[in-house]
């Protein structure tokens, strides 16, 4: 079993910056290829961002592509999401996700934290 605990999240302007960690325990940290999910108010869950177990690959949904950036630390069992230039339809509950042998945006994913709420303000 994975634990991860998703932090970082609040109420920020359009245009500016967040960044969301989430902290696993309980397993190995770099057995895991750790995505970031994302769920808008009305929507569907969504994927965002997957980075693989030592970071050395990374995609991104194209919504967020090119303002977003998933990283990692092995050493402190924490992914991040560093979101800039936000958008009002970024409003979403984020959740960080956890596979231990599948990698991609389009996977299932067998471990969730329980969610930050990230809202943006026009």
């Known amino acids: 079993q994975v634990q991860l605990v998703e932090s970082g999240g609040g109420l920020v302007q359009a245009g500016g910056s967040l960044r969301l960690s989430c902290t696993a325990s309980?397993?190995?940290?770099?057995?895991?290829?750790m995505a970031w999910f994302r769920q808008r108010p009305g929507k569907e869950r969504e994927s965002v961002a997957v980075?693989?177990?030592?970071?050395?690959?990374?995609d991104y949904a194209d919504s967020v592509k090119g303002r977003f950036t998933i990283s990692r630390d092995n050493a402190k069992n924490t992914v991040y999401l560093q979101m800039n230039s936000l958008k009002p339809e970024d409003t979403a509950v984020y959740y960080c996700a956890a596979e231990s042998l599948k990698y991609g945006l389009f996977v299932n994913y067998n471990y969730w934290g329980q969610g930050t709420q990230v809202t943006v303000s026009s």
């Open positions: 980075i693989g177990y030592y970071g050395g690959r990374t």
């Open positions: 309980g397993r190995t940290f770099s057995n895991y290829n």
